[in-house]
């Protein structure tokens, strides 16, 4: 094994480690798959946005796949899915995918008056959570998994924010087809990076007590990337 | 083998067909294979609706699978199709309305769709230059792409959703695979097949641009794929009047596919 490929949104790409403005904040050394490539040993690639929706995480996952077939044998992928809400449409304006969280555009889009625009039509227009998001976010789930069965790649899933509790555990059509072996803490209480951070109290810089909301902090990506290394031991 | 699960758009519904249900290749298919035939082609319909109709029909018959042959006719990438929410179907003309109802039921539209598929789902034909399908038209001023250049459905560039497509199948070809269901892959019309859709100003696709020119087919494994595609099989002067295979070509194209599945799958 050579590589470590992890695709995810915030909760994986080490967003509200470091406060430093002067660079950015995102803590690429300490973050939990800095960490969990130092321990298996091998090569970190970390492809996760913050803000990026499970749309994203799969499609830029696959287009890895395209450019780097000889590399598929020593690669171990750890995907690290995001809110079920968040999805990607197309900006013809922009030529290219604009991400959507909780019905807005995200980070650095956010400024971007066509951007907003187009999301705003989207939303009022065509959004439908049950039909169009949660399904076809099930629906890439089994695709992913399935893709790196049937080509014997390694890989291991897990929630950055609660996909299990709130998707898949609601969807029981679907749970049939999904594989919990290869799911980090897939039947645990604690089954997700955001419940860990909060178990340990280990909170980034833009955590807000009023509103109950941020980023796991140092102690949260040691302790998940030492979970993550066990659980890969053990697969 | 019980079942023949086929899908695609109107090649495989047996459009301009006088009795679709009676003359479409998947009947004959499905009487070579000695299976029901399940066919749930709709005139119009993207890659997008293809491949999430197939997953319906996976996590609702998950005691059927290993009985079931899926057919699947690729479509042209850059259809698409997007929901329309109730508020905002609300807004469009309510003649608009019931024509769309109305146009399903009028031409071959399985019986078991639901009410939600008819009302809320809308599919695109070529891109944001095209048109509405099953609309039975242009598209509408609110279709277009604004004077801001806000494009309503959503469509990328062709080479996009070429892409698009071919993460579908290596979705489905995956699935497949690893479950052992058979299934089989052809396109319903080369990119070329777009011509008769096309205006006079629009430019034609050339052969790097198929979606066979894309390094994401690459992971696809090909030998499920029947290269040769329905509309070009039946040639100019074996078409219905509205531009697809005729009752002949249906029943060869059935013979086709038939010693195609044996090829792969053996007896």
Same mark, same amino acid.
């Given at each position: 094994m050579k590589y470590l490929y992890v695709n995810g949104c915030s909760m994986s790409d080490g967003t509200c480690l470091v406060d430093d403005p002067t660079v950015d904040d995102i803590g690429y050394d300490i973050r939990w798959s800095k960490l969990l490539s130092d321990k298996l040993g091998v090569k970190e690639i970390n492809e996760g946005e913050h803000g990026g929706s499970n749309d994203r995480i799969v499609r830029m996952t696959i287009d890895w796949c395209v450019n780097n077939k000889d590399k598929l044998t020593d690669t171990i992928f750890v995907v690290c899915w995001t809110c079920p809400d968040r999805f990607e449409i197309w900006s013809e304006y922009y030529k290219r995918y604009i991400q959507i969280s909780t019905g807005h555009t995200t980070h650095d889009d956010v400024d971007l008056g066509m951007a907003n625009k187009l999301v705003k039509s989207f939303i009022i227009n065509h959004f439908n959570l049950?039909?169009?998001?949660k399904k076809h976010f099930i629906n890439n789930v089994i695709f992913l998994q399935s893709f790196f069965k049937s080509n014997n790649i390694k890989y291991i899933f897990c929630d950055g924010e609660p996909v299990i509790d709130n998707l898949v555990g609601k969807y029981k059509k679907y749970k049939f087809f999904i594989d919990g072996e290869n799911w980090w803490n897939y039947n645990d209480k604690i089954n997700c990076f955001d419940k860990l951070a909060r178990e340990l109290n280990s909170f980034g810089i833009d955590w807000s007590p009023e509103d109950n909301h941020g980023h796991p902090g140092v102690e949260a990506h040691k302790y998940f990337a030492n979970e993550l290394y066990k659980f890969i031991e053990k697969e | 083998m019980k079942y023949l699960y086929t899908i695609g758009c109107s090649y495989s519904e047996g459009h #301009? =067909? +006088? +009795?679709p249900e009676k003359e479409r290749y998947s009947k004959f298919l499905a009487e070579k294979l000695g299976c029901e035939d399940l066919n749930r082609a709709l005139g119009g319909a993207s890659n997008q609706r293809i491949f999430r109709k197939i997953f319906e029909y996976i996590v609702d018959n998950p005691d059927k699978l290993t009985e079931t042959m899926f057919v699947i006719q690729v479509t042209y990438p850059l259809r698409n199709e997007v929901t329309i929410n109730s508020a905002y179907s609300n807004f469009i003309v309510e003649d608009e309305q019931k024509k769309l109802v109305y146009t399903g039921e009028d031409s071959g539209v399985p019986t078991e769709l639901s009410s939600n598929e008819r009302d809320y789902w809308v599919h695109s034909q070529? #891109?944001?230059?095209g048109k509405i399908t099953r609309w039975g038209g242009a598209w509408e001023e609110w279709q277009k792409p604004d004077s801001e250049g806000r494009n309503l459905m959503y469509i990328p560039k062709e080479e996009t959703m070429q892409d698009v497509t071919w993460r579908w199948l290596i979705s489905l070809q995956s699935f497949f695979k690893l479950n052992n269901i058979k299934y089989i892959f052809f396109q319903g019309s080369s990119d070329y097949g777009l011509e008769h859709h096309l205006d006079a100003n629009q430019s034609y696709i050339r052969d790097d641009q %198929?979606?066979?020119?894309?390094?994401?087919?690459? =992971?696809?494994? %090909?030998?499920?794929?029947? %290269?040769?595609t329905f509309y070009q099989y039946a040639g100019?002067?074996? =078409?219905?009047?509205?531009?697809h295979p005729n009752a002949e070509v249906q029943v060869e194209w059935a013979d086709k596919l038939y010693n195609f599945i044996k090829e792969v799958y053996g007896d």
């Amino acid at each position: 094994m050579k590589y470590l490929y992890v695709n995810g949104c915030s909760m994986s790409d080490g967003t509200c480690l470091v406060d430093d403005p002067t660079v950015d904040d995102i803590g690429y050394d300490i973050r939990w798959s800095k960490l969990l490539s130092d321990k298996l040993g091998v090569k970190e690639i970390n492809e996760g946005e913050h803000g990026g929706s499970n749309d994203r995480i799969v499609r830029m996952t696959i287009d890895w796949c395209v450019n780097n077939k000889d590399k598929l044998t020593d690669t171990i992928f750890v995907v690290c899915w995001t809110c079920p809400d968040r999805f990607e449409i197309w900006s013809e304006y922009y030529k290219r995918y604009i991400q959507i969280s909780t019905g807005h555009t995200t980070h650095d889009d956010v400024d971007l008056g066509m951007a907003n625009k187009l999301v705003k039509s989207f939303i009022i227009n065509h959004f439908n959570l049950s039909e169009r998001i949660k399904k076809h976010f099930i629906n890439n789930v089994i695709f992913l998994q399935s893709f790196f069965k049937s080509n014997n790649i390694k890989y291991i899933f897990c929630d950055g924010e609660p996909v299990i509790d709130n998707l898949v555990g609601k969807y029981k059509k679907y749970k049939f087809f999904i594989d919990g072996e290869n799911w980090w803490n897939y039947n645990d209480k604690i089954n997700c990076f955001d419940k860990l951070a909060r178990e340990l109290n280990s909170f980034g810089i833009d955590w807000s007590p009023e509103d109950n909301h941020g980023h796991p902090g140092v102690e949260a990506h040691k302790y998940f990337a030492n979970e993550l290394y066990k659980f890969i031991e053990k697969e | 083998m019980k079942y023949l699960y086929t899908i695609g758009c109107s090649y495989s519904e047996g459009h #301009g =067909l +006088d +009795d679709p249900e009676k003359e479409r290749y998947s009947k004959f298919l499905a009487e070579k294979l000695g299976c029901e035939d399940l066919n749930r082609a709709l005139g119009g319909a993207s890659n997008q609706r293809i491949f999430r109709k197939i997953f319906e029909y996976i996590v609702d018959n998950p005691d059927k699978l290993t009985e079931t042959m899926f057919v699947i006719q690729v479509t042209y990438p850059l259809r698409n199709e997007v929901t329309i929410n109730s508020a905002y179907s609300n807004f469009i003309v309510e003649d608009e309305q019931k024509k769309l109802v109305y146009t399903g039921e009028d031409s071959g539209v399985p019986t078991e769709l639901s009410s939600n598929e008819r009302d809320y789902w809308v599919h695109s034909q070529v #891109g944001n230059e095209g048109k509405i399908t099953r609309w039975g038209g242009a598209w509408e001023e609110w279709q277009k792409p604004d004077s801001e250049g806000r494009n309503l459905m959503y469509i990328p560039k062709e080479e996009t959703m070429q892409d698009v497509t071919w993460r579908w199948l290596i979705s489905l070809q995956s699935f497949f695979k690893l479950n052992n269901i058979k299934y089989i892959f052809f396109q319903g019309s080369s990119d070329y097949g777009l011509e008769h859709h096309l205006d006079a100003n629009q430019s034609y696709i050339r052969d790097d641009q %198929t979606i066979w020119s894309r390094p994401i087919h690459k =992971l696809c494994d %090909t030998k499920y794929f029947y %290269t040769e595609t329905f509309y070009q099989y039946a040639g100019e002067d074996r =078409l219905t009047k509205c531009k697809h295979p005729n009752a002949e070509v249906q029943v060869e194209w059935a013979d086709k596919l038939y010693n195609f599945i044996k090829e792969v799958y053996g007896d």
